[in-house]
């Protein structure tokens, strides 16, 4: 079956220093890849996703290249804020429209 | 615009009660499911629907059963409650089965 493996957490920086949070899959096929990100007491949102080989993701910040030859998605950012803090999924989606998420990483950035 | 709404937000029920969940999307999607989070924040699909019809159905007992009535709207309710079902219910929606999903806030069930 899918299987989505992410950095376990937690995970505590300070503030303007660089993030990678891991991710690796298991598929069949070509799914797409997605990071997600959950704020405390809100639902999971969409972070940035890629739907080919060496597509890159990017949003506010955040980076993520879909590498199909380590079949890898690392999420990635040059200098993290304490707004930053929150839980981040990784997640795959197959063509069949099924789902499977990472365990999820709690991010710490403290000022 | 709440995109994806639920109700209730917060859910605290006795054991063996029957109690249902609400969602709601105003975005015209296809999809809709429903996730569960537990303590640990992991998250496990329950549910797919596309076009009101069950497309996943995961590994979960029969006392949950999702009802959509339309498009827009994907109900859950949950028989004979138990204290290992108290987590957090996100309801989710997608524009095709194989697009990315928007979550509503969650309603966080507390089984007593």
């Known amino acids: 079956g899918n299987s989505v493996t992410q950095m376990e957490g937690p995970v505590t920086l300070s503030e303007e220093a660089f993030l990678t949070i891991n991710c690796t899959y298991t598929?069949?096929?070509?799914?797409?890849l997605f990071w997600y990100v959950q704020y405390p007491g809100e639902g999971l949102q969409l972070l940035l996703k890629?739907?080919?080989?060496?597509d890159k993701g990017s949003n506010k910040g955040f980076e993520a290249t879909y590498r199909k030859e380590t079949t890898s998605f690392h999420l990635e950012k040059g200098s993290v804020q304490v707004s930053d803090s929150a839980v981040y999924f990784c997640?795959?989606?197959?063509?069949?429209?099924?789902?499977?998420f990472g365990d999820g990483t709690t991010l710490t950035v403290k000022p | 615009d709440t995109a994806v709404s639920q109700t209730p937000k917060y859910l605290v029920t006795q054991m063996g009660n029957d109690k249902s969940i609400k969602c709601e999307q105003n975005?015209?999607?296809?999809?809709m499911y429903w996730y569960k989070q537990d303590s640990k924040k992991f998250l496990k699909i329950m549910f797919s629907?596309?076009?009101?019809?069950?497309?996943i159905n995961e590994t979960v007992p029969n006392r949950f059963s999702p009802k959509s009535p339309d498009k827009a709207h994907l109900n859950l309710h949950i028989n004979s409650l138990e204290l290992g079902d108290s987590a957090v219910y996100f309801c989710?929606?997608?524009?095709?089965?194989?697009?990315?999903?928007?979550f509503g806030q969650g309603t966080r069930l507390t089984v007593v």
């Open positions: 975005l015209g999607h296809d999809t």
């Open positions: 629907y596309n076009n009101k019809e069950l497309i």
């Open positions: 598929a069949t096929g070509y799914p797409s």
């Open positions: 989710a929606s997608s524009g095709t089965f194989d697009a990315e999903a928007f």
């Open positions: 997640a795959l989606l197959t063509n069949a429209g099924k789902s499977t």
């Open positions: 890629a739907t080919k080989a060496d």
